[in-house]
């Protein structure tokens, strides 16, 4: 028996950041839309959030935005919060919610008209995996969540590891000619033109990178920040010019697939030539870039390291490629190594089962209000809720959305699928509102 | 914002004891009756819920009775789990639940035939407020609870402080005539003898004392003592003889009251004469001490060191008494008088907020598969749900059943009040495992 062991430390407090608006809530008693923050700067969500700006007004609700702990300037332990994992031990989803549920019953007791405010939960990817589960365990605090591309199947055992890439490959094959098939040859091709110091050094002026690869490792690490490329193409997929992880046009991998989409077979040069041209599109459209940092994929307003801790604790999403039914080079979920990294980096190992067991799995049909928007271009709705699984537990599918695409502002380029899904969720939002008013 | 402070320590574990009975278990797929066990060494727990045992042929279900976190023989820094506020810190309802979730999940894991068991949790007075949290905090892990006299909502701003108190004195006013006046006025004839160094004797011999009283401070607690005691007697008022806390007759109240049932006015002395003749038959029924030890209230079964600390961190219970609708000594709730002992004791100080905020407090209609039990002599249903919340959140009365009666062996002498409450129990039971193996 090894069950968890949680720290209740008293004195321990902390400083959690959170953001509120008010110019259009109805006080006394008007809603309160709660974003849970997920792994990041909670002013870089906030900005990425325009639907919750823009049903403020139609529901008269006060918007809040709320930090998670480990994040952003809500570091408990300062500049040293990720210096040891004794510090990091209190960096845990189950303490990300504790701290919204402790946050919204001291707002309610403090800010004059919000006593009886009911208040819904809204979360994109892991902060919609945290809305859900909030609404799960502290329904009391939260009469609904909107987990919008929340992937809580993305557990061991749950969903099949291979589909997540699936999904970045079909939106590489549908969207230019041959562009998937060239992506699956350029790692064959990588592996050829980097065999020589020649071609290493041909490769890193291709792709223009700071530091120029050195040795086999660093190819390697070089495919894994490709890799990652065409996956953050697929969650930014967005039909119309846009600035979530990269500053990128309108359907980025369709201008991708234009340097991809030529017929095989081609030298391994004029292949990685086309590569090169694809990632610059993610990794320099403005053109403001002098050269490409491989140890970069994203936006520096996520937090990395903590989110690999927390990966490395509870949140262990196996996934897995074959090279056939996806475009990536064949590689196998392998926990044990992934565990063994754990424990060198941090000094603890991942519990593979706990997320199942503290948030349910694929057992939560007892639990109520709560949505599940999914994009089908988004590679997180492999591990989505894309089906309902009861009235009040319902999914909606946004066929030609990418991450969280209901979440951002509307766009006059929004596709109608979107546009439907955010007007249903308001059509939920105003029915729990109505169910929290009668059951006052 | 103080939000809680949880640690995760990977590396620390420890030995939780379990106990398990499956002579009547039909595998594979039978049920699993799960007791969620509370402040106390669990083989004590394991003894006084009959009920369990009784219904595990007719259910075919396996027994699991589940010791608590640093009570028993789980401790989990061994002897010296309770010497500092920092290895106590690991002592919260939240890792109780959490070890159970972790147990069971195990189990099912590596228990052939238990795969597919549906699990109910039982649980009595604290056990029963955890069986109840457990459903609602893992309904995945449990299909249904079994709450016996659970004061689930004993916590600031839930119920009057006074009600407690109410029970324990209507409990003796019906037990025999003046029974409840005559220790109403006892307090007062405490007061007045104990303030000369004769009477101060007198006393200490009249209640045959272990340790004589030599001042004020013992006075007072020799009061709390003797309050503590007619505590006690309300929740162990059973209709035959039975040793839960102490070994007792039948009715042990009527019994005691008989000494208690003269017409006052009467001296002092003759009043303490028959308080001390009452006491003696909770603490000498079977003739077998020498001396009354005021140190001690109850069976040595139950860890009050530990419990003490969650009520100085958690689990914050407000009491009070006015001596007029109850016979005791008029005592407000005083809550920073309560944090203050806390904090010299255990260098904490209480939440008084946070149960509420973390299990719902009144709001929890939301949950499922509940059962609420309650015995009308039994003071604890003061804090306890007394009506139906909702179609599967229930409420079974008990009125001539004091602290979890339902949950013993049954007795001839039961009343029938009890015998149909267990009745109901196991036909809830059974609907709860029909549900489950539906949703298979």
Redesign the interface.
Same mark, same amino acid.
């Given at each position: 028996?090894?069950?968890?062991?949680?720290?209740?430390?008293?004195d321990? !407090?902390?400083? %959690?950041r959170y953001l509120t608006a008010d110019q259009h809530w109805q006080r006394p008693g008007g809603p309160i839309l709660f974003y849970t923050g997920n792994e990041g700067d909670v002013t870089w969500f906030c900005n990425n959030t325009g639907f919750m700006w823009e049903v403020a007004e139609e529901l008269g609700a006060m918007l809040v935005f709320a930090e998670h702990?480990y994040y952003g300037e809500s570091l408990?332990f300062g500049p040293d919060s990720f210096s040891d994992?004794k510090r990091l031990?209190?960096l !845990?989803s189950? %303490?990300a919610l504790?701290?919204f549920?402790?946050?919204i019953?001291?707002l309610k007791k403090t800010l004059p008209g919000a006593e009886r405010s009911p208040v819904i939960a809204v979360g994109g990817s892991y902060g919609g995996m945290l809305s859900a589960w909030f609404r799960m365990?502290?329904?009391?605090?939260v009469v609904g969540a909107l987990a919008a591309s929340a992937p809580i199947w993305q557990f061991p055992g749950m969903v099949p590891c291979g589909d997540f890439y699936k999904v970045v490959t079909q939106d590489f094959a549908k969207s230019g000619f041959n562009c998937d098939t060239n992506i699956r040859e350029s790692w064959k091709a990588i592996n050829n033109v980097s065999s020589t110091a020649p071609g290493l050094q041909w490769l890193s002026e291709e792709f223009s990178l700071c530091a120029p690869l050195k040795n086999k490792m660093e190819v390697a690490a070089f495919k894994g920040w490709l890799q990652e490329t065409w996956v953050n193409l697929a969650m930014v997929d967005y039909p119309y010019p846009a600035n979530f992880l990269q500053p990128l046009p309108r359907w980025p991998i369709q201008v991708v697939c234009k340097s991809l989409s030529f017929d095989s077979p081609v030298s391994d040069y004029q292949l990685l030539h086309g590569v090169s041209q694809a990632v610059k599109v993610y990794y320099n459209f403005t053109g403001g870039a002098s050269c490409l940092n491989t140890s970069q994929t994203a936006t520096g307003s996520l937090g990395v390291l903590g989110w690999f801790y927390q990966a490395c604790?509870e949140m262990v999403m196996p996934m897995c490629s074959d090279g056939v039914q996806d475009m990536f080079e064949p590689e196998e979920w392998n926990f044990q190594a992934f565990s063994d990294e754990c424990s060198s980096m941090f000094g603890?190992?991942p519990?593979a089962?706990?997320a199942a067991?503290?948030?349910?799995?694929k057992?939560?049909?007892?639990?109520?209000?709560i949505i599940f928007s999914n994009g089908g271009l988004d590679p997180w709705s492999a591990g989505g809720v894309t089906q309902n699984l009861s009235d009040s537990l319902v999914s909606i599918m946004i066929p030609d959305g990418a991450h969280h695409l209901d979440l951002r502002y509307s766009n006059d380029l929004d596709p109608p699928s979107v546009r439907a899904a955010r007007a249903l969720e308001v059509q939920y939002f105003r029915q729990w509102i109505r169910q929290a008013e009668k059951?006052r």
């Amino acid at each position: 028996m090894t069950p968890t062991f949680f720290n209740t430390n008293w004195d321990g !407090t902390f400083k %959690q950041r959170y953001l509120t608006a008010d110019q259009h809530w109805q006080r006394p008693g008007g809603p309160i839309l709660f974003y849970t923050g997920n792994e990041g700067d909670v002013t870089w969500f906030c900005n990425n959030t325009g639907f919750m700006w823009e049903v403020a007004e139609e529901l008269g609700a006060m918007l809040v935005f709320a930090e998670h702990r480990y994040y952003g300037e809500s570091l408990p332990f300062g500049p040293d919060s990720f210096s040891d994992s004794k510090r990091l031990n209190y960096l !845990t989803s189950e %303490q990300a919610l504790a701290d919204f549920a402790v946050l919204i019953q001291s707002l309610k007791k403090t800010l004059p008209g919000a006593e009886r405010s009911p208040v819904i939960a809204v979360g994109g990817s892991y902060g919609g995996m945290l809305s859900a589960w909030f609404r799960m365990k502290y329904p009391n605090v939260v009469v609904g969540a909107l987990a919008a591309s929340a992937p809580i199947w993305q557990f061991p055992g749950m969903v099949p590891c291979g589909d997540f890439y699936k999904v970045v490959t079909q939106d590489f094959a549908k969207s230019g000619f041959n562009c998937d098939t060239n992506i699956r040859e350029s790692w064959k091709a990588i592996n050829n033109v980097s065999s020589t110091a020649p071609g290493l050094q041909w490769l890193s002026e291709e792709f223009s990178l700071c530091a120029p690869l050195k040795n086999k490792m660093e190819v390697a690490a070089f495919k894994g920040w490709l890799q990652e490329t065409w996956v953050n193409l697929a969650m930014v997929d967005y039909p119309y010019p846009a600035n979530f992880l990269q500053p990128l046009p309108r359907w980025p991998i369709q201008v991708v697939c234009k340097s991809l989409s030529f017929d095989s077979p081609v030298s391994d040069y004029q292949l990685l030539h086309g590569v090169s041209q694809a990632v610059k599109v993610y990794y320099n459209f403005t053109g403001g870039a002098s050269c490409l940092n491989t140890s970069q994929t994203a936006t520096g307003s996520l937090g990395v390291l903590g989110w690999f801790y927390q990966a490395c604790t509870e949140m262990v999403m196996p996934m897995c490629s074959d090279g056939v039914q996806d475009m990536f080079e064949p590689e196998e979920w392998n926990f044990q190594a992934f565990s063994d990294e754990c424990s060198s980096m941090f000094g603890v190992r991942p519990r593979a089962d706990w997320a199942a067991t503290l948030y349910g799995g694929k057992d939560i049909a007892s639990h109520s209000n709560i949505i599940f928007s999914n994009g089908g271009l988004d590679p997180w709705s492999a591990g989505g809720v894309t089906q309902n699984l009861s009235d009040s537990l319902v999914s909606i599918m946004i066929p030609d959305g990418a991450h969280h695409l209901d979440l951002r502002y509307s766009n006059d380029l929004d596709p109608p699928s979107v546009r439907a899904a955010r007007a249903l969720e308001v059509q939920y939002f105003r029915q729990w509102i109505r169910q929290a008013e009668k059951t006052r």
